[in-house]
């Protein structure tokens, strides 16, 4: 009698190559799990020499999706195509046939959760995402299910391996971004175009899917404000290494208790906070909950076996689920409908960055200015002369207490319209100053 | 119509008070996540001043097991009593009642897991405990569902608060064990009888408890090598700054392939370990998986409100079972029956810090046992000079390579019934070294 479970998989890449290898390797311990085999009994995959070099038979392997999603055989379709289409739509169909979806592929989770969980409901089937955020970190089920007695008031997450990556070389060697970049890219660090990791997308989409789970409210990539971190010099990780920060970019949601603030870009962290020491391409999620205080989740972010991890351990909770007659036992929980605070709204401190006339008194108008857009000074550095076109110019450091995004954006407005002001060099915002 | 879930509770102590606050104040989004009210129906507790403080009635409260076993509106069971009886037998009476159990409970966990596993199928009911190990970080569910597709290698846990947070302060501010003990009694950090914690035997419950998870095999206290910390000194502490490391008290299970380890003792660790950075009374788990690599779970391992997190979200996670009629969904994963490495078949790198006469050809002879004793060097240090008795003595501190540790156990024997060696001071030894 074969009490399989058959598997359909989508797309035979890195991460599906993982699936293949990780069932073979851990099948007897999974079957003594759960109780079940577990067999991928389709592949679709265009390529047959990715499952050649695997040693998968020729007639696993279809271009056809119709092949998976009309085998009764098949309970569950694993989807690694990653992109929008045709990814979400065979998921789509999949859910609504009946058959249960695990897929890492946060594009789709992010922008599409509404409608893929309503499939889900229609299809009486399963929907999991576990390896769309943190790799193989369980991060979505302890926001869904271990930690959710707690009102979550933050999630922090340096969720982008490329960028962590970069600014941890940047930090430590102290180069710029560009060449960082190039030596990451031909060290497979780094794609050949990284505008998604660099100027923030990738994090923002992942933010997106932790944002909508903490506050049970649904947040899609077009909420989160995104800022990369291209900018980022190597002036600027010295002066918050001097001021005992590192620079990391962060994916930040928020519950300010009015509305939810969702929002990635570099921000300068305490050296004493525990996102700080995550360094190079791992991931770590910080939560903060009402009754469970401060935690953190750490792992690799990406790669082949952490992600095919989760989504195994996905696999692996359908079984259980179609074992205990308890499919639809997690559905969606976007069950309330939060305001999304505008930018301009959010209060934060912030680190400035000037290259200014060096004069009597500008020290003096630059805090005038501050002040009449109610932004108050923590602390100055000025410690560098440049020469900048045969003129002797000053660098100054400012960071502020926390105010309103808004007066600190109307304040450099007014300071760059200033003759004194050469330059405006950087805008950072400070995290995780007051509450650790 | 009263669809609540009808809950008793064991013992209205700090975690249990945290339990009812819990339930207070999050009441409204548990109802939305979980679709079901949970109601604390009647409470074991001795002192009706603890619940006329939280504004519970009178009538709530009883003295009597009975009330809450033979009340047929009681469906979950919270225990936290602490200590082996009557909580052990009260839980095994409920379970084969059929009623769900929830504890936080390390001692009666660590070494009854299996009868009350087996009471659990008996009543066809379900046993969560979460909360104890690492208070409110969510291992357990990770080790037993989310990481499951993956074969565990290792499991390091900062599971005590208490020695952390001594060891952290001793390192901060140079100052002794005894002092800091003391210190940390007084505020509160450390129990007036500290034995458990600073011999390390409540870590020793813990790791036991994670080690069954993992490796699937039932591991109890009496299987856990454990050394305390009494024996630390600020001359260690200083010596592993020096060469690279932070002395943390460790909780290790490993799989070695042969068999496994499970102990407990002061450890090296190097700087640049993820663990190496958690430090006062927090509390972190690192876990290595062979397909999910090197991932860590930190947060307050004990507390009020974060082990009351823990408690709740296996209530809700009960709830979840009930609602989708999937009780017993988890059971006893120990299907397996590993052998435990004694522990001089251990392998380990090991400090040694030893008071010698200040001769010439001591460390030659120092060298030659441990080398007749198959143990080589891999670094020294040699700086200090002290008078002993009116005698100049050298303190001398050795890093071995990894060795057997019966070896180094017979070489120090030797070493210490030489006329050269004063004292052997301590021999800690060194993890996290190669592999990291």
Redesign the interface.
């Known amino acids: 009698m074969n009490n399989a479970i058959g598997v359909g998989l989508l797309g035979l890449g890195t991460v599906g190559s993982?699936v293949v290898k990780?069932l073979e390797?851990?099948a007897p311990?999974?079957f003594?799990?759960i109780g079940r085999r577990v067999e991928i009994k389709r592949i679709l995959e265009r390529n047959p020499e990715k499952a050649r070099l695997l040693g998968i038979p020729p007639e696993v392997l279809t271009n056809r999706f119709e092949d998976i999603l009309e085998d009764d055989d098949i309970q569950v379709v694993i989807e690694l195509l990653g992109g929008i289409e045709p990814a979400r739509t065979w998921m789509l169909d999949a859910l609504r046939r009946g058959k249960h979806v695990v897929t890492a592929n946060k594009d789709v989770v992010a922008d599409y959760g509404k409608e893929l969980f309503e499939a889900a409901a229609a299809g009486n089937a399963d929907f999991y995402f576990?390896a769309s955020v943190g790799g193989?970190?369980?991060i979505i089920?302890?926001l869904k299910?271990?930690?959710?007695?707690?009102?979550i008031e933050e999630v922090i997450g340096i969720v982008n391996g490329t960028t962590n990556y970069i600014l941890t070389r940047m930090a430590e060697e102290s180069v710029d971004f560009q060449s960082v970049l190039r030596s990451a890219q031909e060290a497979g660090y780094a794609e050949s175009d990284p505008t998604a990791d660099i100027e923030g997308h990738d994090a923002a989409r992942k933010i997106a899917i932790l944002a909508s789970i903490a506050f049970?409210t649904r947040v899609t990539t077009k909420d989160v404000f995104v800022e990369g971190i291209t900018k980022i010099a190597p002036e600027d990780i010295n002066y918050a290494r001097e001021l005992g920060y590192v620079i990391k970019l962060l994916a930040i949601a928020r519950d300010n208790n009015e509305d939810i603030e969702v929002r990635v870009h570099p921000a300068f962290l305490p050296q004493e906070h525990?996102l700080a020491?995550v360094n190079g391409v791992f991931n770590a999620i910080f939560v903060r909950?009402?009754?469970?205080?401060?935690?953190?989740?750490?792992?690799?972010g990406a790669?082949q076996?952490?992600t095919?991890?989760?989504v195994?351990?996905d696999?692996?909770?359908i079984v259980?689920?179609l074992?205990?007659?308890?499919t639809?036992?997690?559905a969606c929980?976007c069950?309330l409908d939060r305001k999304i605070c505008p930018i301009g709204q959010i209060h934060s401190k912030y680190y400035l960055r000037l290259i200014v006339k060096d004069k009597p008194g500008v020290l003096a108008s630059i805090a005038g200015v501050l002040g009449n857009h109610q932004v108050s000074i923590a602390s100055v550095i000025q410690k560098r002369t440049l020469a900048v076109e045969g003129e002797m110019r000053a660098e100054i450091v400012l960071i502020t207490h926390e105010v309103l995004e808004q007066d600190i954006q109307d304040a450099l407005t007014v300071l760059k319209g200033l003759s004194i002001i050469s330059s405006v060099e950087n805008v950072i915002r400070v995290e995780g100053g007051s509450k650790i």
Chains 1, 2 share one sequence.
Do not use: D
């Not at 909950?289 to 690799?300: D, I, L, P, S, W």
């Open positions: 993982g990780l390797e851990n311990r999974i003594q799990l576990e193989g970190i369980p089920h302890a299910e271990n930690l959710s007695a707690n009102k049970n525990p020491s909950g009402n009754a469970v205080g401060e935690t953190m989740f750490y792992g690799q790669g076996m952490p095919a991890s989760a195994f351990g696999v692996m909770e259980r689920n074992e205990s007659g308890s639809g036992r997690f929980t069950f």
